[in-house]
Each structure stands twice: as structure tokens, then as C-alpha cells.
């Protein structure tokens, strides 16, 4: 069996082919890693631990208190 080739896929035909092949890791990492925050400039992921202090900031103001 080759492998498909991810990288020209549509987020769309990467998530069908992931549906009709469930056991294939290597779709699910290539989709996280292509998909997760690479394409969400709202919520990029944090690149260190002074952003993780600043978004936990964030939260404690935005959180409604108990």
C-alpha cells in the first residue's frame, strides 16, 4: 500500500480518507500538525512559557467569578 499524499489533500479529503481509514496514525499526526493552530491566527499555539503565563492571565481576568 503506498501512502496517499497528504500534503495536496483539502482539510476536507484528509478528514474523509482519516474517516475510511481509522487505524492510519499517519493521517491523524499529518492533519493535527497541519491543521491544529497552523491555520487559527486567533488562537496561535503558545511558542513559551511566557506566553503560557499571558494567556493564563488572560483566563483569570475573562473568568467569571464563582
Partial sequence: MTTPDFDSMSRE????????????KA???????KFR?????VYPAPQS???VSYLQKI??????EA
Wanted: net charge negative.
Fill in 13 to 24: 479529503e484528509l478528514r474523509q480518507y482519516m474517516l475510511e481509514h481509522r487505524d492510519d
Fill in 27 to 33: 493521517a491523524f499526526e499529518f492533519y493535527l500538525d
Fill in 49 to 51: 512559557l511566557d506566553d
Fill in 37 to 41: 493552530n497552523h491555520n487559527n491566527p
Fill in 59 to 64: 483566563i483569570r481576568q475573562k473568568k467569571p
